[in-house]
């Protein structure tokens, strides 16, 4: 069973290009959550999806900033224009659908955006 | 909202120390998860335990325990016996058990096991 996977793992966009990061969850995975590691920092949630929809997206910065997990096929991470600001280490993790209190997240290698 | 600090931002420590690492959290929720994640330099995040705020026994994973004073909203990792491979970053983290489970980090303890 293949662990969550991430791509591309390292990405360079010039100033006010878009960036799209793929996050493909764990087999029998429905729920995908976004995290962003600025640097020398710890992980920051950004937003929480389910296929087709976005559960909660109360750490994603309200511009320029968007995500889907659709049907089929990966979750993305778009991120248009980008700025110095959004150089950073995306994480993606996933978890189970199940009705336990607790759902452990398993997280993917990260993407390394590297804005110049 | 919840918040998670850890007041160490390094640690260094030889090899076959015992080495503690602490964070202090706060919630207004009785019952939660909280965990110690290590980022090595791979970056690859790797759980390292957990504890169920319900459960008053401490968590232990053969070498890492925690120390979880629930009334103090402490939640600290112990690890003993260092090995050269625990060298890394160490993240506290926070997960309610209502709503969108997302993750609260800390901002992390950088230990370094020297030889």
């Known amino acids: 069973n293949a662990g969550v996977m991430q791509n591309p793992r390292h990405l360079v966009r010039r100033r006010g290009q878009e960036a799209r990061l793929r996050c493909s969850p764990m087999k029998g995975h429905s729920h995908v959550y976004w995290y962003r590691q600025l640097p020398e920092e710890g992980l920051k949630f950004m937003v929480y999806?389910?296929?087709?929809?976005?559960?909660?997206e109360s750490g994603m910065p309200k511009e320029r900033f968007s995500a889907e997990f659709p049907k089929e096929g990966p979750s993305i991470l778009r991120i248009q224009q980008v700025v110095r600001g959004d150089s950073a280490a995306y994480f993606c993790a996933s978890s189970p659908a199940t009705l336990r209190y607790y759902n452990e997240q398993f997280f993917g290698p990260g993407t390394r955006l590297t804005v110049l | 909202a919840q918040t998670v600090t850890q007041s160490q931002p390094e640690m260094s420590v030889q090899e076959a120390e015992t080495v503690t690492l602490s964070c202090t959290y706060d919630?207004?929720?009785?019952?939660?998860?909280l965990f110690w994640y290590k980022q090595p330099p791979s970056r690859q995040m790797i759980l390292v335990i957990r504890q169920e705020a319900y459960k008053q026994q401490n968590a232990t994973e053969n070498r890492f325990s925690v120390n979880f004073q629930k009334a103090a909203k402490s939640f600290s990792l112990k690890i003993s016996d260092s090995q050269l491979g625990d060298t890394a970053m160490y993240f506290c983290a926070f997960m309610r058990t209502q709503g969108a489970q997302k993750l609260v980090f800390g901002q992390g303890t950088r230990l370094t096991i020297n030889p």
């Open positions: 999806l389910q296929k087709e929809n976005i559960i909660d």
């Open positions: 919630t207004s929720e009785s019952n939660y998860y």
